[in-house]
Each structure stands twice: as C-alpha cells, then as structure tokens.
C-alpha cells in the first residue's frame, strides 16, 4: 500500500474494520465513552493510528451505528486508520482484547478495502435481541398483529418535527428468539429477535416496542447483528468490507 | 448486591458511574484477618474519581494484606431515590458490595459546601448519622482532606478525621483498626480512644468544647491519655511515595479525564488566603527522574494523552523546564501525541514560555489568578504580582497564539476599597488592549469569587464580607465591566460565599446547622442546582445561631478558635504577625529562596524543604520584589533530601 496521498485519507496507509462484543456490565457506558475507550486502548497496543491534522489531532476511528446505552451487543464495528501498513490485522483480537475493559472482546478483524463505504452509510438493518416481562400469549400476539399488519403508522419526532410514517416495511422480520441466539441471557424473561431497517430512517428498538399497544414491558437489549445489504444478499460488515471476500456470510433475508 | 442495584441502573441518567470496571481497578479480598475500607467521595463520580488523595489511600491499603479498600461516590438524587425505594444501601463501585458491611467509611472533605453530602452517605449506609448513636455494628466513619483543618463543624457525625498526610497515617489506623476488630469489635469508645493516640488522628468524642455564652473558651481531651493538641501528618520525602501507581482510568467522563503526576507537595509562596498553602508546608519536591518515570509508565498503562503535572503552583519545581522538555521529546512507545498540563500557571512570561512549549494543541485559552487588582491590594494577600508581570505574561501569551485570557479574581478581601474592586476591570481592559495588537479576537474572561477565610491562615481573624456588600461589589465591578469591549465577567454565587463561611470557622454548634439543612432535603449544595440559601439561614436561626457572629465579626487577637486543639505546624503568633503585617501592606518572601522566618512548619515537625535548585525558576518577580527575569541566585543554604538517594543540593 504505497502513496497515501488520496485527499480525504491523507496519512492513512492502512484501514481495517474490527468486530467486537459488549456484554455485562460495560452495557451501562455509552457511545461516546465507548469512542475514548477505543482511543485510549490503540495508543495503549501501540498501534500507528492516523491523527487529523491541524490544532487538536484527533486519532482516526470510525464508528457505526450508535447502540443505546444499557443495551449489550455481539456485534459492534470500529473502522481504524493507520499511518503505516506495517500492522498484523489478524493478531487484533488477541492483542487488544487484554487491554480493553471486561466484557469488551475484540472478535475479529479484516484489512478494510480502500473504496469500503463507512458503517454509518453502508449498514442497512441491524438484528435484536429484547427481552420483554409478558405473558407468553401477550408477545405471540403481540408479534402476530405486527407481523400480518399491512401498514404501521408510528409518529415520531425529529429535530422538533413531528412525522407520521408507515414502519411496517422496516421490520424486516420478528418473532421468537430461537434458543441458541439468547441462551446466555435471562431466562425468566421472554426473548424476541426483530430485524430492523436502519435506512432510509431507522427504526429504533423503543420505537418498534411502542407500536399496536402491546401489554409487555421492555427489560433488556442486546445487537446481535448489523447487516449490510448487497444485490440481495445480506453480508455482514466485515466480509462486506473486506479486501477480499473471506468466508462471507451470506444470509438469506 | 450487583444483581438488585442492575435493574436499577437501567432508569438512571449516566449509569456508567457506578459500575466500577476502571482499568487499575481492584477486587481486594475480604477476610476476617483484614479490615475493610469504604473510601467515599461525597460528591458524583465525575467529580470524586480523579481525586488523587482518595487513589493514593486506595493503593496503599490495598498492599496491605491486612486491609482491604473499595471505593464509593454520592449517587445522583436520581439513584439515591430508587436505592431507598427499594431499601438499598450506599455500595463500593468495586465490587457493588453493601457499605454498612464495611469496618471503616472514610471520606474525602475538600469543601465545605459538601458537608450535608456527608450525612447524607452516612444515612445511605444505614449508619445513625450522629456519632453518639453508632453501636460496635456500624463500621467506623472517618475522614481527611482540607476541610479536616477545622474539623468541629463535622464533630458530632464523624468518629476520627486525619490531619495532613494520609500516607503513612492509614497504615496506623488500620493497626489499630484490626486489633479491635480481633478482639470481637467490643465497645466503640475503647478504640475511638485507642485511635486518639495515633498521630495526626482528631477523635472529636474524646474532646469537650466549653463556651461562655457565643464564645468557646476551650476544647479539651475527655482524658488523661488523649493528647492536648493533634499535629498534622506530614510525609517527608515524596519520592518514597511514587503513588498513584496504577491512576484508574474511568470508563466515562470525568472533571480531569487524563494522568495526573504530583509534582511537588507544599508552597511556600505565602499567599494569605490560601489556606492550601499554608497547611501544606513545607515544601516537598519529588524527585525530577521520578517525575519522568511516572509520565513515561503512566502514559503506557493507560493510554492516556494528556499529562497534568500537579501541585500548588507547578511553574516553581525546580526541575519544571527539563521535565516538561524531556517528556516533549521522548519518542518511546506511546509517548508521540502527549501533551502536558499545568493546571496552576504562575503569573510571569517565563510561565507562558513553558506553556507554549507544551501545548500541542489548540492555543485558545490560558488562565491566570492575579487574585486582586491593585498592587496595593496584592501585597495585603501577598500575592506579589507586579502588574508588568501580568502584562508581560498577557503579551507573550497572545503573542504566541493564545486569543482568550481567564483571569481569576477574589472580592470581599481585607482592606478592599472599591479603587481595588474596580482595578480589576482595569487590568483585564490593559489585557485586552495589550491582546488586540495581536488579533482582533483577543478577549478577557474576569472570573470572581467572593473570599471565604479559611483557619490556619492570616486571615483567620478577618471579618468576612456581607452577601449584601458582596453582591454591591459584583454590581460595582460588573456595571464597570460592561463599558469594556472584550471583557467578559463571571462570577460565584455570594449566598454560596456565604455558606462555606459559616462551615469554614463554624465551631461544634454548627453541626445542629448542618444535620437541620440535610434533614430538610438540602444535598448537593455545591451544585447550583440544588443550592438553597434560605435552608441554611433557616436552620440557623432554628438553632439561635447568629449568622453575623459566626462569618461577619472580626476575631480578637487570642480569641480561642474551634482549631487552636488542633497543629498545621504553624505558629499562631506566627499567623498573626503576618496578619498584621497584611493590614500595614507589608509583603513577605518566598522562604524557599529567602532566609526563614520561622512560620513553624519545618522547625516543628524536624523535617525541611525538598528543593532541587538554590536558583528560583526563571520569571517575573518571585514575590520576592527584585527582577529576576532570567533567575537569580539568592543565597540561602538548602538542605539534602532527608534520606536516601534522590536530589540534593
């Protein structure tokens, strides 16, 4: 990787993107506390991060989709830029897992390609655990209604504007979990695994709760996945972005 | 109790704060052969967790295998309610373990406004807030820190303070502690007796006040064996103290996110409202290699880019120049993007020079205390800065990129007329005029605080300003200000003044005060949202407390003080000549580089000033009224390092 003259990644040699989970107790901390995290932890492993020019460098990370504080997840992404292509991608996990917080773990890592369009573009669904307090009958004809609804009109605000859309074409799929997604969590409550659109506006995981007045109360989130679309098939953001395409994960929606 | 206090978390603003899982946290182990040790800072996370004092303590005890110490914070009103919904008490950010489970709470007191926070813990731990109403079940409550410099106000709620260093003085305790504790925990007032005997340690139970009418007439030990008067502790050599070793690095934001190095202990500058500098004498550098290794290790660990070299004044260590240069130029691992701090900038050119060197980033602020507006003012408090060192300063700052000035100024001082008030619009207008050469940006932030005085210093016997007269000066002052282009102003609430006075030289019956404000819901009055003046004035009049006699009435020359039981190692003589001194506008120099006037400190407790350097750092005056623009010999005699290797001289 020679000549890192290219004007937005001037001083970037090498990117990669990186995997993570968040579980435990470290759910409580927030996006933002989760960018100095990263920060700190990369000056830490010594690895030659690319700094912004001008009076306050700042290290060059990118982040994807913010995940709400409390929730946990299996699947959060960092992009990181480096001033030199001398960095073991591969050794990532094992390096940087030791130096981050528990119940932060560092999963895996790929050498990002050069034209890979960043997290917060190219994600287009994100898939979620929530586990609810209910009856059980309550949730299944909760998911029941949501799920044969022809159309789902949430109000909702932004930027002080209040606007009416139909959500339902964003719930890409919902029902219960299956046993392997939530047998770490808490059994005494109900799990449900929902597939939500984040463009062209995302829906929220609050967001889809609140709809067709459900009789359950939300307790705990977890991400399990982020999904990037790509001519029909749903790739997940590490082999999206991969140089090459390694062991793609290719999932049918 | 993780598993009760998590679904708690999920309802609060900042959850992060009470989770613990800091990088350098510790999970000590608790057993029967070891005490257990809560320390508490009574304010938020944000605010407790990069004090230094309650770290260093944390370290100490915990390499100890007979002791075991957690840390905990105040819980915002927020959780603090959903904790007594549930009947849930205060609870280390360590392990989440209960605090009435605790041998000994100890509390870090820097300020007088947190004083009902105290109880308020207290009470969250499920402990009787009032000393007299512990049994042998409810662990100990301690405390340390400035505020434990006039202890009295707090006497009835804590059952031993620590006066001065706390290094050496936990490791006593805990001896006494364990003994105790070995024996069965058998009556409480067996080992509050016990820990009256340990230096440095104030058992408030084993003294009585005495009054006549308004007017304490004495303090004095309930017995024998409970010594007359309680020096302070003082640790003689820093460099035996590399502590914090491991800084927690907190997960979320905090006041101070980065690593902070103590760079020396003690000033000498003689400044007579800060009660700091007095308190702490003498002063005590620690090693420059030390300092460096510190930075270097402590970059690494934590990854930390920012650097704060810390003390009372960081521009005076002898080595400020090599040290800030040396860690400029280290390129070893990790070292690349860091940038020092001094938190404590010195008035002179000389310290901006430095300034510049060091800061990487962005020049857009700095920040200086010339403390009063006039020179004549400044000599009073004897802060001798001449008004060309400002200047000087100011002009090499904007010079060298800087676009905004803060400076810092007291109102409500000793002597002040209002020429004084109005001279500190003055200076910060000549500021701007000297800024506007270099960018028509350039802009002056006048910062004002109302003068609270403090015990162990000059001003002890001063009458403080009114809120009524406090508040004409803010107006004089802002009304002036307002003509002046680029001068902006701020400034500290003067009911809160007000507030701190009253703790500040409060005697024993002022915890009547205190207990009737926490009682009527008044926490976090630190906090201006939660400040209320009116449940401070009503709890003193509840109590017949006369609100003029305790803050605005100026003390008589051997009026007994609700500290004179107690030792900063000062004079009081000492303190009143210097009083006197003030009011006839005499200044007094730097005794590290000028022969000593004897305040008591060194000569009291057999222990000297650690300097490295017989020259005083280049810059400005040095209070000491001669140019010293580029350092100045000044013959004095400097004594080696007490033990050991390290610097001499």
Redesign the interface.
């Known amino acids: 990787m020679s000549g890192a003259a290219a004007n937005p990644n001037s001083g970037v040699a090498l990117k990669a993107r990186l995997r993570y989970s968040k579980l435990g107790k470290v759910r409580f901390t927030s996006h933002r506390d989760m960018a100095r995290i990263w920060e700190r932890t990369l000056r830490r492993a010594g690895l030659p991060v690319a700094y912004s020019q001008g009076y306050s460098p700042r290290a060059k990370l990118a982040f994807g989709l913010a995940l709400p504080t409390t929730f946990e997840s299996r699947a959060e992404y960092v992009d990181f830029n480096f001033s030199t292509d001398d960095v073991d991608v591969t050794g990532f996990a094992e390096l940087l897992t030791p130096l981050l917080p528990v119940g932060v773990t560092a999963i895996d890592a790929v050498v990002l390609r050069g034209d890979a369009v960043s997290l917060q573009q190219a994600v287009t669904s994100t898939t979620w655990l929530l586990q609810v307090e209910a009856a059980p009958e309550a949730v299944l004809s909760w998911i029941e209604r949501v799920v044969e609804a022809p159309a789902i009109e949430l109000t909702r605000e932004r930027k002080g504007k209040e606007t009416t859309d139909d959500v339902r074409p964003a719930i890409h799929a919902l029902r219960l979990s299956e046993p392997e997604e939530c047998s770490d969590a808490d059994d005494s409550l109900i799990s449900i695994t929902a597939e939500l659109a984040t463009q062209p506006r995302a829906l929220r995981p609050n967001e889809l709760l609140s709809v067709l007045a459900p009789e359950f109360t939300f307790r705990r989130g977890r991400r399990l996945h982020q999904w990037i679309a790509s001519d029909g098939a749903q790739l997940d953001p590490l082999s999206a972005g991969a140089t090459q395409t390694p062991r793609a994960e290719l999932c049918a929606s | 109790m993780?598993a009760q206090l998590e679904?708690l978390?999920?309802r609060v603003q900042k959850?992060?704060r009470?989770?613990?899982?800091?990088?350098g946290m510790q999970i000590p182990e608790h057993h029967a052969g070891a005490v257990s040790w809560l320390l508490t800072y009574p304010d938020t996370y944000e605010i407790g967790l990069p004090n230094q004092g309650l770290q260093i303590l944390y370290e100490i005890l915990n390499e100890r295998p007979d002791a075991a110490a957690e840390r905990a914070y105040a819980p915002w009103t927020d959780l603090e309610a959903e904790l007594r919904a549930v009947g849930l008490p205060l609870f280390s950010v360590d392990t989440h373990r209960p605090a009435p489970g605790f041998d000994i709470i100890a509390f870090n007191m820097s300020s007088e406004l947190v004083y009902t926070n105290l109880l308020n813990c207290i009470d969250l731990a499920q402990v009787p807030v009032r000393s007299e109403d512990r049994s042998s079940e409810h662990p100990l409550i301690g405390a340390g820190g400035h505020c434990a410099y006039n202890p009295e106000p707090l006497g009835d709620f804590v059952d031993f303070y620590v006066l001065g260093d706390g290094e050496e003085a936990v490791s006593e305790i805990n001896v006494v502690v364990n003994t105790w504790k070995q024996a069965g925990k058998p009556d409480r007032e067996s080992v509050l007796r016990e820990l009256s005997k340990v230096e440095g340690v104030y058992v408030p139970a084993m003294y009585v006040p005495e009054y006549d009418g308004k007017r304490l007439t004495s303090i004095t030990p309930k017995y024998s064996d409970v010594p007359d008067t309680v020096e302070k502790r003082t640790v003689a050599d820093l460099a035996e103290w590399p502590y914090p070793r491991n800084q927690l690095?907190p997960?979320?934001?905090v006041v101070h996110?980065r690593l902070s190095v103590e760079v020396f202990r003690g000033c000498t500058r003689g400044c007579r409202f800060c009660q700091a500098g007095m308190i702490t004498r003498p002063v005590r550098e620690r090693p420059a290699e030390q300092v460096r290794s510190m930075i270097q290790e402590g970059v690494?660990?934590?990854?930390?880019?920012e650097v704060a070299l810390t003390s009372l004044s960081t521009a005076d260590f002898s080595d400020i120049a090599t040290v800030v240069g040396d860690t400029m130029d280290d390129e070893t691992?990790?070292m690349g993007?860091v940038s020092v701090s001094l938190p404590s900038l010195r008035v002179d050119a000389f310290t901006v020079g430095i300034a510049a060197d060091l800061q990487?980033?962005?020049?857009s602020g700095l920040t200086f205390a010339p403390e009063a507006g006039t020179w004549r003012m400044r000599q009073v408090i004897n802060k001798l800065i001449r008004e060309e060192d400002l200047y000087n300063a100011v002009e090499s700052a904007f010079s060298q990129g800087w676009r905004r000035m803060k400076l810092y100024f007291l109102i409500g001082l000793p002597t002040e007329t209002d020429e004084d008030t109005l001279g500190i619009a003055e200076l910060a207008r000549n500021c701007v005029a000297i800024g506007r050469k270099y960018t028509g940006s350039a802009s002056v932030t006048v910062s004002v605080g109302g003068f609270t005085p403090k015990p162990f210093t000059p001003f002890q016997w001063f009458g403080q300003n009114t809120e009524v007269e406090l508040n004409r000066k803010i107006h004089l002052l802002r009304d002036d200000v307002r003509k002046s282009k680029g001068v902006e102003m701020k400034w500290h609430d003067p009911k809160a003044t007000i507030v701190e006075g009253i703790n500040s030289r409060g005697d024993r019956r002022i915890g009547r005060v205190i207990q009737h404000v926490w009682e009527a819901g008044g926490k976090f009055q630190e906090w201006s949202e939660h400040f209320d003046y009116e449940k401070w004035i009503d709890a003193m009049e509840a109590n017949g407390l006369d609100l003029e006699w305790y803050t605005y009435r100026h003390r008589e020359e051997n009026e007994v003080f609700p500290w004179d039981h107690l030792s900063a190692g000062l004079h009081k003589d000492f303190l009143w000549q210097d009083w006197r001194d003030s009011l006839a506008e005499v200044g007094l120099e730097d005794c590290r580089w000028t022969p000593c006037y004897d305040c008591g400190a060194c000569t009291g407790y057999g222990i000297e000033h650690v300097v490295a350097s017989a020259v005083p750092p280049a810059g400005g005056s040095q209070g000491t009224g001669q140019d010293l623009a580029s350092g100045h010999e000044i013959p004095v005699t400097l004594l080696t390092r007490p033990q050991k290797s390290g610097v001499s001289a």
Not at chain 2, 300 to 305: A, I, Q, V
Not at chain 2, 360 to 363: E, P, S
């Open positions: 993780w679904p978390l999920d959850p992060a009470y989770i613990g899982c800091e990088d690095v997960l979320t934001e996110d690494r660990r934590t990854g930390y880019d691992a990790g993007n990487r980033g962005r020049r």
